[in-house]
């Protein structure tokens, strides 16, 4: 027999079954992956707890005013007058802070809070909801002098307070408004008014308002609560005899519905108030039963510019009536090149007014300006039906404010037509925050301000409006580029770490 070979006696051996390799796992994974748990796990928790340690301690210190205009922190002027600021002053806001439906809100937080944070502690700022609190409004105001609302912000240092309106602290595209209904804001004032409003309620020098009294002055406690709301202190004064004289600390000279004229004494003594730089506001609207002849106040009147004439505003537009049967009783509008000026509302109820006539001989210093008109289509009625040719139909005034420059500072009157601004009758079917008193609160304030030079200059709203709009088809290959290619590369760079880590 032949003999076998090696081979063939190797491949003819029976096969010996050998127990399955045990594979043994690389620990490194293990420690790997409960590494990279615990790490995110820390991670997450140094974050947390980091972010609430800065926010309890350096919050404030560590925000960055990124706007274009530094919109949300205060100027030099600011920070240099609360470095010195010697008194307490709050800040008090009338909503929730976190509500944001206010669409104005986020120009005023940041600030705000800028505001505290450089007051060295003399500034104290709080919210307080009035729904949720609702007596917060009587606590800060308990005689409703101020007539707080929701909504707004309140500046308080001891007895004095200012009332700040967010919408007011903005100027507006007048013609985007005219052409579209509502104000696009272009003009941002929000550091100047909370300024103002700051040196106004810790200024020393008192704000002094007096009555001019013995022509039948009317009773006044509407008009005391509007000029109290702006920090006044209210007096009546009478101007008789030969010591008469109009005190130095008077601010604002009211002369209120008079039912006579003023004397020659009165009329000199308020002429020479007027050339001191003194202010006066005068109502005088008009009763066609009195034959009151006002030769002296007219007198006074026609220095600044105007005459107080016997005869009453007819409104003719029936859109502008109060009432479809009563000409007298109408809707004054403000002037458009006021509204520029200033932010006043649009529309206020005018009864019984008086024609005022601009005089046209007047001086040359001296300026009259239309605050709140009529309708363009008003004429006027004349008492014993007299006609004065240049009182066609047409527009005519309800408030004038007449400004004489002749002196080193300009002296001012603010002559109004109708009682309906000013009057207990007119409020007692009305509140306090009717649109009347908001505008004698808002004409009084702009020409008696506290004399202190806030240097704050407005600053521009950003605009975000693309100077070039994109073409379709660069939108479509950007819109691509975001929601496919920039994924889907980041898929593949997934897939390939993966793959790549799962071998080690």
Known sequence: ?????????????????SSKAKVVSDSRFKSLKSMSIISVVLVVAICIVGNAILSLTLDKPLTFDTSSVKSNTV?????????????????????DRNDDTLEWREYFLPIV??????????????????????FILTQLDPDGIYNLQADTYVIRCGDRMEVIYPYACFGYDQEFLYYYGYGMPVVNNVEFEFTRSIVYVASERPLRAYYLTGHDLPTHNSMDIILKSLG????????????????????????????????????????????????????????????????????????MGVTLENALIHENNIDYLNSPDDPYSSIGVVDPSYAEYISVP???????????????????????????????????????????????????????ECVDNSGTEPSCMIIIGSSSFTSDEYYSVKTMNDNNADFV????????????????PSKRVPS???GKPLSSSAATMWSVIVMTVIPVGCLICGVYIYRRRRHL
């Open 1 to 17: 027999m032949a003999k076998k070979s090696a081979n063939e006696s190797i491949l003819r051996e029976k096969t010996v079954k």
């Open 75 to 95: 100027s030099q002027f600011t920070r240099t007058y609360l470095k010195d600021l010697d008194k307490q002053v709050e800040i008090i806001g009338l909503f």
């Open 113 to 134: 809070d800028d505001y505290e944070a450089k007051g060295n502690g003399k500034i104290e700022l709080r919210y307080v909801d009035p729904d949720v609190d609702p």
């Open 232 to 303: 006044f202190t209210v007096s009546e004064l009478k101007l008789s005899g030969e010591s008469a004289e109009i005190p130095n600390d008077c601010e604002l000279l009211v002369i209120l519905e008079p039912k006579s004229d003023i004397t020659p004494i009165e009329k000199e003594l308020i002429k020479s108030y007027l050339d001191n730089s003194g202010k006066v506001l005068l109502v005088a609207d008009y009763d066609p039963d009195d034959n009151v002849s006002y030769t002296n106040l007219n007198d006074l009147t026609m220095k």
């Open 346 to 400: 649009a529309n206020y109820s005018v009864s019984n007014c008086r024609f005022l006539k601009i005089f046209p001989d007047r001086e040359e210093t001296v300026y009259v300006s239309p605050l709140v008109v009529t309708s363009d289509t008003a004429s006027v009625d004349f008492k014993d039906a007299l006609i004065d040719v240049s009182a066609s139909k047409g527009t005519y005034p309800v408030v004038l």
């Open 441 to 456: 609160r808002i004409v009084l304030d702009d020409i008696c301000p506290v004399q202190t030079n806030v240097l704050i």
């Open 464 to 466: 975000y409006v693309l």
